[in-house]
Nanobody
Framework: QLHLVESGGGFVQPGGSLSLSCAAS????????VGWFRQAPGKQREGVSC????????NYADSVKGRFTISRDNAKNTVYLRMNSLKPEDTAIYYC?????????????????????WGQGTQVTVSS
């Protein structure tokens, strides 16, 4: 059973930073592309960023480009999302997910339909 655990969420003022982690247990995360998604109250879950299994390819939503950075440490079986210059509109529950079968080998896609295993989520609140 694949299992993902997100951590690092919290409360931060606008302009602040947070780092989220997505850790896997019972399976090697480096086999898979990993995506970060978020869901704000009353809104659809949307793709934020993704990273290929090797880390050589990344994608970002336009709304977070230049502010968020996705990375992975396969030795620690963990994927990270560094979030800088946070805005109130970044407030959401953030989820990580694994794409068990690569839609585009060597790359990653931002559509949630491609992801099969999801973590429980971690709340990020940006407010003054």
């Amino acid at each position: 059973q694949l299992h993902l655990v997100e951590s690092g969420g919290g409360f931060v003022q606008p302009g602040g930073s947070l780092s989220l982690s997505c850790a896997a247990s019972e399976f090697p995360l480096d086999l898979y592309a990993v995506g970060w998604f978020r869901q704000a109250p009353g809104k659809q879950r949307e793709g934020v960023s993704c990273i290929s299994n090797s880390g050589g390819s990344t994608n970002y939503a336009d709304s977070v480009k230049g502010r968020f950075t996705i990375s992975r440490d396969n030795a620690k079986n963990t994927v990270y999302l560094r979030m800088n210059s946070l805005k109130p509109e970044d407030t959401a529950i953030y989820y990580c997910a694994v794409e068990e079968v690569a839609t585009v080998p060597g790359s990653c896609v931002m559509g949630k339909w491609a992801y099969d295993v999801w973590g429980q989520g971690t709340q990020v609140t940006v407010s003054s």
